[in-house]
């Protein structure tokens, strides 16, 4: 099995295979509508390839047409550990 760089409680990106397990949320399918997944999914891809101003522009841009969400904070918490630790 790989190892997942990326990881949240509800969506895993798995490099060697180029795409995410999209869409999961606890087990449940999600109630969001596909264009504010990929949305998503191209915010974790953002992170994943280092791309750290634009995922950080692009989680403002969602947010002001979602609101607050779980995996923005989490995207954001990804975001602000690469940029102190490099990882």
């Known amino acids: 099995e ?7 409680v509800d969506q895993f990106y798995w490099p060697e295979v180029g795409q995410f397990n999209w869409p999961l ?13 990929d949305w998503l999914r191209k915010i974790y891809e953002q992170i994943d390839v280092g791309n750290l101003e634009l995922a950080t522009n692009s989680i403002r841009e969602l947010e002001e047409v979602i609101g607050e969400d779980p995996d923005l904070a989490k995207a954001a918490v990804l975001i602000k550990r690469k940029e102190l630790i490099g990882k």
């Open 2 to 8: 790989a190892n997942c760089p990326i990881q949240g």
């Open 25 to 37: 949320t606890m087990g449940l399918e999600t109630t969001r509508p596909n264009d504010v997944n």
